[in-house]
């Protein structure tokens, strides 16, 4: 079966990961989800990934999750712009995720970045997921 949204089932196996307090998730290799875990783990929401070897024609990634005395660091992943629905915004109209405590994840034209960089760097774009 073909998959029309590879980030939406990333964020599904890591959000099952989490809930069953699992040490780390193999997820499909990606340069968009190579983006969003560096982000995750500068944001301090992961402990580490790496590429594992290819097993036939899919390379993967194995991450490793993070837990502050047995909870986790993700308390929440939501993909906002999806294929069927795109999502853009302006710098100045960027959202912030619970106040300043989580982050959006924004798709802008010089990459990936949180929404407080693109706002410092006057950046709109399309505003692919919240992390909390």
Do not use: H
Request: net charge positive.
């Amino acid at each position: 079966m073909a998959r029309t949204d590879l980030i939406a089932d990333i964020f599904t196996m890591i959000r099952n990961a989490v809930m069953v307090n699992k040490e780390s998730v193999v997820i499909p290799a990606s340069k968009m989800a190579w983006s969003i875990l560096e982000i995750l783990k500068s944001e301090g929401y992961i402990e580490n990934f790496k590429e594992q070897a290819a097993s036939g024609a899919v390379k993967t990634l194995k991450v490793y999750l993070k837990y502050d005395a047995g909870e986790p660091a993700i308390q929440g992943l939501k993909r906002i712009s999806r294929p069927g629905l795109r999502k853009y915004s302006r710098a100045a109209k960027i959202p912030s995720v619970l106040r300043g405590f989580g982050r959006a994840i924004v798709s802008t034209s010089q990459g990936l970045m949180t929404d407080r960089q693109a706002k410092e760097k006057n950046l709109g774009g399309e505003v692919v997921c919240y992390v909390w």
